[in-house]
């Protein structure tokens, strides 16, 4: 089976959200790099703005067909966090003859991949929730407006329980106590019958609060209730309990569920919770084209994107990769940082699943599942975040996420292999080494990198990035080489040097010439 | 589970392959068409060459994903068919670095199709069989020839069983019976006992053939056999039963396996059998496209490529669409032509599936997988074969796929939505319709379809077929009111008129000016 509908968890995922104390996630995607491998389009002397080009241009007509969200919540009594973790599977599943008919490119390496993880298939292409950007979501409201306008109105929408109102026990007035009785009977019948929906009598808003309040503080264990007017008969809708973290798209939902599960994103976005995610780049490029719009060109424009659906973003690759944990952590992958965060002088934090949510062993194997992939992620954020706290005069265990000590991580996201530049500066300028020790080479086909050595082999030390099959930038130890360097090949014929100030200029002024697209 | 393993089943497909009087086949694709629109790509005016050019364009990008396979054996004496389907999963599985990492796009709307259908994704993507085309094969074979000179030769490689010696009731002379009965026994243990495989006493490669001879003779049920030598042991390898038609990939097998299913393919190809497929151009494309080379550029190129890979083809929707049949069906849709090919004046053929091999039963509603549309495709032809009979004095209930009725539909197939060219011919020149009656109207982006009918009402009755959205062609009813036409559009200044002649000498003079590529 394949867990509880979508449509029914949905509140579910509003109160994880809204209770939270940060959020991790984490995507999977149908594939990597559509240019002919990875390293061809990840040169270690990228700009940023090269980089963001590259991956855009060739990354993002893959799928992320599953997303994985787990909640933190910080228990001050019990000093553990309490986590509850979602799978969704998702497919762009057309609705209609006028909604677009979605192509996506797979990656054979990225599907053996997680196939031989035991991902299943079907649950995205047999049982995905769909999902609109914001463009398509507009479209939509109008042509069901236009519908809605036409039609005499029917059918009930259901109306969610607001996330805020699930907290606290219920201080139910004398006058309203028998009728709340009756309706917690009602319910209490459910547990033993198939029946799922209980009719209420007519009542105000005030008594429906409070059936939301007794309801929620009676049956903490993941029961969630919604209500329902059905030919003008109001429902209690009952969802017993959540037994896997796994969502699916049910045949019966509406249309207007098309939105789907970028509701989940949007609840995301405007809880303005600290989003934690590792080499997370990927993932928050995909998450914004495929839910709010496609990508704008420009580097400046998208990290302005950026920060209105993620205000706050924390990488823990680029955390492990800058001090004080640079020096203490010597592989970043995250199966990696996750072991050595569980040993000294890091300690593994107090973490356990709120009740009818999957709770993971990390010292199993575990299938390679997006929520895994993001409680493991979260965990690794407390033990660093915690780790800072030894440091305080007196040391503190207990480093929250909203503490000024994870301030200097925010908004900055790691960037695979470029030599000089740690991350992208989603909030503000980025880093701009001056690459005064950087030649731009360009040489005959048949050179290989052994070439290149033997060419500068009276500068010292030379590190070689690939641009292309014709050229590569080499970086000298010392800056003051540069000049002897350039005169030397002032006569040469096969190849070519120019120092990386004036293969800036250069390419910027191709730019220049070319017309505006 | 998932049938039996892809090596095991070789030698059943082989042997069918060989049997058969002819063979049907059918694929499903992870998508149709990344244009914009499947109609915005099919032009009702469309030459054969610009067809095949948007084909190639368009389509060749998606993924051949399962192929079904439905031999025919004609059975004279109780007069009816014997198939054998096979359903075959396929996937580009990497095998190691070196290996290519291919990508392929998916159309949402195909792949919700095949999900509404039943479709089984985790056998494509989990339990696919890979695929070599032949110059990844070469590449290949000379890696491990070169892997093989290095080490010692140790491990066996399997040899299989040749197809041309499963025929036929064993001889087998007095000195070798006692032989011969010693492995019977011992196979006819292996029923009652999980093993799978029995050591052979030393012997000769007659002896082994007398072995297969025996075995196939005495157990016809899908009872398979091969031998295997192991550090030195001659093994024989037998396969019970085949219980289902699908087949996957083991993780045991090995990197000389990797050709996969092109083998498949080689045999359908070396037997030289005629194949039959419905509306089968793209199945065409795509399996050249797969398991032998890219796509020529050019058409007549593919046409050569095509009859050596299938000297022999038979399109079904282009017979239903052809005289006789053509007044006798009204929907050549696959679904609607096996029903009305089942009733009068046609009638359904005796078909039978043999032992061991999966029967369908057409009157209900099956699962749409490749092996059932191929079995269906193969029914059919064999009906409308059939009624051609009935033509004959004195008339012939039965016509065998070597009759020389069928022969004028070889080779020609189906073009989808062209209004004057029902066929690609693969084995000669395309018929080339005058379209004399034919104009070429250029007009601004606001025209509608209603703009040109109401240009054209002094012409009688038109038939429009959109070019883009500023371009059409329109076609008259009659063809000396071309030139009035042209005459009244002379002094137009929003709209433009060539005839059909003109704007394909344009085209012609337009191609000529680009540099070849
Ligand atoms: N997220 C992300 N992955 C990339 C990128 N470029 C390549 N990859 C691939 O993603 C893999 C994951 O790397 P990493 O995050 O360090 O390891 P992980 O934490 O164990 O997943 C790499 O090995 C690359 O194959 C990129 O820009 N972003
Ligand atoms: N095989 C094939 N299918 C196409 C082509 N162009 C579009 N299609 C799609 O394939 C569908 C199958 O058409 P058809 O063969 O007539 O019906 P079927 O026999 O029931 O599959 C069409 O409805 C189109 O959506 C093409 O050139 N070849």
New interface residues.
Partial sequence: TYGIPFKDCLILVYTAIEEADFLAIDGEF??IS?GP?VSALTNGLDTPEERYTKLKKHSMDF?LFQFGLCTFKYDQKDAKYVTKTFNFYI????FNRTSP?????????S??F??SQG????K???HGIPYLNHEEEAQLREQTEEKRSQQANGVGTPSYISPSCSKGPAHVPDEHKDFINRVVEKVEALFSSTEKTVDLEPCTGFQRKLIYQTLNWKFPKGLHVETMEIDKVVKLNVCLRLLACDFYWSKGMQLNDAVGFSRVIHAISKSGKLVVGHNMLLDVMHTIHQFYCPLPNDLQDFKEVTMCVFPRLLDTKLMASTQPFKDLINNTSLAELEKQLNESPFKAPQIEAAEGFPSYNTAKEQLHEAGYDAYITGRCFISMANFLGSFLTPPKAYVSAHSKLIEPFYNKLFLMRIIDIPYLNIAGPDLQPKRDNVLYVTFPKEWKTSDLYQLFSAFGNIQVSWVDDTSAFVSLSQTDQVQIAMNTSRYAESYKIQTYAEYIQGRQQEKEKQPPT
Avoid: E, H, W
């Avoid at 008919?101 to 390496?109: H, N, R």
């Fill in positions: 149908s594939g559509d491998s799928l497919f762009p599943k057309p008919d979605i192509k996506f490119i797979c990656q054979s390496s599907i053996d997680l196939a991902f299943d298939f079907n995205v292409f047999c």
